[in-house]
């Protein structure tokens, strides 16, 4: 089944660019294989094979926030960062391997000084390389970012003005995003695309935080990702009285911010990147948590610490460290080859990460969410 899923990403790509209906049939027939590969490894686990698309890595575990829902700098990792020459070493074994896509980030990847080098390599190396970033260095570094040939970033979006610096734990921090965000802009349009990952968490919950979120994400371009607070990430928190995080009592007004999402998913489809089957799992994938019983995809990436550690995703299933061997010697293993099974049959924390591809690619689900109750 990857193979076939994979042959149908290459004919999509090779389309994409002369025609849209063409890139979109080919994402639905994705889309339905993905589906079918889910149902029948339900009943054939050994279906589940690991299948490296994306690795995501914390190139540093510094920041220069301390967010409320976070623990970089604040006891994880602290103080770890990946070497120039291993972070070199890891790019050509991503290469090597066929990885797709690559994620720099951290902690704060802008503070790393070799990211445009480590961008540059991973671009040459005809990998689609991206970097998360909380902005605050935007108009310091985006110039040297783009030079290096990198033409997508995301930003978290946790509140507007004082909302949000109360969040990261500093004074006028919202004013140095909106200041970097413009700055790309303003120096480079549109050749850079720009992703806002909204966290939705109990303090953003309503509709007045979720409207001036959009205000922003219409006034410079950038379409809106929607993220939902954690319960399971080793580096998350839910607030030191659980304040982060969601009740059953909250449903309705989750329930309202739904509604206006899938509104705007209507009449601007391309400024929301969830889908509407996704958009409508939400008031069960942040109430429900664990008990959400939605095989997990994450076979399909690796996550790499600022320490090294190499893991199958963001919160367990081990596989080694990058000081004790080379990527390509730790992918494909047995050890892997189980840790992807195990992730699909949810023997881990089962968080939400990736809720929305989980949900589309699981046929109870789509069932469940595919259409307005």
């Given at each position: 089944?990857?193979?076939?899923?994979?042959?149908?990403?290459?004919?999509?790509?090779?389309?994409?660019?002369?025609?849209?209906?063409?890139?979109?049939?080919?994402?639905?027939?994705?889309?339905?294989?993905?589906?079918?590969?889910?149902?029948?490894?339900?009943?054939?686990?050994?279906?589940?094979?690991?299948?490296?698309?994306?690795?995501?890595?914390?190139?540093?575990?510094?920041?220069?926030?301390?967010?409320?829902?976070?623990?970089?700098?604040?006891?994880?990792?602290?103080?770890?960062?990946?070497?120039?020459?291993?972070?070199?070493?890891?790019?050509?074994?991503?290469?090597?391997?066929?990885?797709?896509?690559?994620?720099?980030?951290?902690?704060?990847?802008?503070?790393?000084?070799?990211?445009?080098?480590?961008?540059?390599?991973?671009?040459?190396?005809?990998?689609?390389?991206?970097?998360?970033?909380?902005?605050?260095?935007?108009?310091?570094?985006?110039?040297?970012?783009?030079?290096?040939?990198?033409?997508?970033?995301?930003?978290?979006?946790?509140?507007?003005?004082?909302?949000?610096?109360?969040?990261?734990?500093?004074?006028?921090?919202?004013?140095?995003?909106?200041?970097?965000?413009?700055?790309?802009?303003?120096?480079?349009?549109?050749?850079?695309?720009?992703?806002?990952?909204?966290?939705?968490?109990?303090?953003?919950?309503?509709?007045?935080?979720?409207?001036?979120?959009?205000?922003?994400?219409?006034?410079?371009?950038?379409?809106?990702?929607?993220?939902?607070?954690?319960?399971?990430?080793?580096?998350?928190?839910?607030?030191?009285?659980?304040?982060?995080?969601?009740?059953?009592?909250?449903?309705?007004?989750?329930?309202?911010?739904?509604?206006?999402?899938?509104?705007?998913?209507?009449?601007?489809?391309?400024?929301?990147?969830?889908?509407?089957?996704?958009?409508?799992?939400?008031?069960?994938?942040?109430?429900?948590?664990?008990?959400?019983?939605?095989?997990?995809?994450?076979?399909?990436?690796?996550?790499?610490?600022?320490?090294?550690?190499?893991?199958?995703?963001?919160?367990?299933?081990?596989?080694?460290?990058?000081?004790?061997?080379?990527?390509?010697?730790?992918?494909?293993?047995?050890?892997?080859?189980?840790?992807?099974?195990?992730?699909?049959?949810?023997?881990?924390?089962?968080?939400h990460c990736g809720f929305d591809e989980r949900t589309r690619k699981h046929l109870p689900?789509?069932?469940?969410?595919?259409?307005?109750?």
């Amino acid at each position: 089944m990857n193979k076939l899923t994979e042959l149908a990403y290459r004919m999509g790509s090779q389309l994409a660019a002369h025609s849209g209906v063409a890139r979109a049939t080919l994402q639905s027939m994705r889309g339905a294989l993905h589906v079918a590969h889910h149902a029948a490894a339900a009943r054939m686990p050994m279906l589940i094979r690991p299948h490296t698309v994306n690795v995501t890595v914390a190139v540093t575990a510094r920041c220069n926030q301390r967010c409320a829902g976070c623990l970089y700098e604040r006891g994880f990792m602290a103080g770890q960062q990946l070497s120039r020459a291993m972070l070199e070493q890891l790019v050509d074994d991503a290469a090597v391997l066929h990885v797709r896509s690559l994620r720099l980030y951290g902690g704060e990847p802008l503070l790393h000084p070799d990211l445009p080098h480590v961008v540059e390599r991973a671009v040459r190396a005809g990998i689609g390389t991206y970097v998360t970033t909380n902005g605050l260095l935007l108009a310091e570094r985006i110039d040297e970012l783009v030079q290096a040939g990198l033409e997508l970033l995301t930003f978290g979006y946790y509140g507007t003005g004082r909302a949000y610096d109360e969040y990261v734990g500093r004074a006028g921090n919202f004013a140095r995003l909106e200041r970097g965000i413009a700055a790309v802009r303003e120096r480079h349009g549109s050749k850079v695309r720009l992703r806002m990952n909204w966290l939705l968490m109990r303090p953003s919950c309503s509709l007045e935080a979720l409207q001036q979120a959009w205000q922003f994400a219409l006034r410079y371009d950038t379409p809106m990702q929607v993220d939902l607070v954690h319960y399971s990430l080793p580096y998350f928190t839910e607030g030191a009285e659980r304040e982060l995080q969601f009740t059953p009592e909250d449903r309705p007004r989750i329930e309202r911010v739904v509604e206006q999402l899938l509104a705007w998913k209507r009449s601007h489809p391309a400024m929301i990147e969830n889908s509407e089957i996704g958009l409508r799992a939400i008031p069960d994938w942040l109430l429900r948590g664990a008990d959400m019983r939605v095989p997990c995809d994450k076979y399909r990436m690796v996550w790499i610490g600022a320490d090294g550690t190499v893991q199958l995703c963001y919160v367990t299933f081990h596989l080694g460290n990058l000081h004790q061997h080379r990527l390509r010697e730790l992918l494909y293993t047995e050890t892997h080859e189980q840790a992807a099974r195990d992730a699909f049959n949810l023997r881990c924390p089962n968080c939400h990460c990736g809720f929305d591809e989980r949900t589309r690619k699981h046929l109870p689900s789509r069932l469940r969410y595919g259409s307005p109750s």
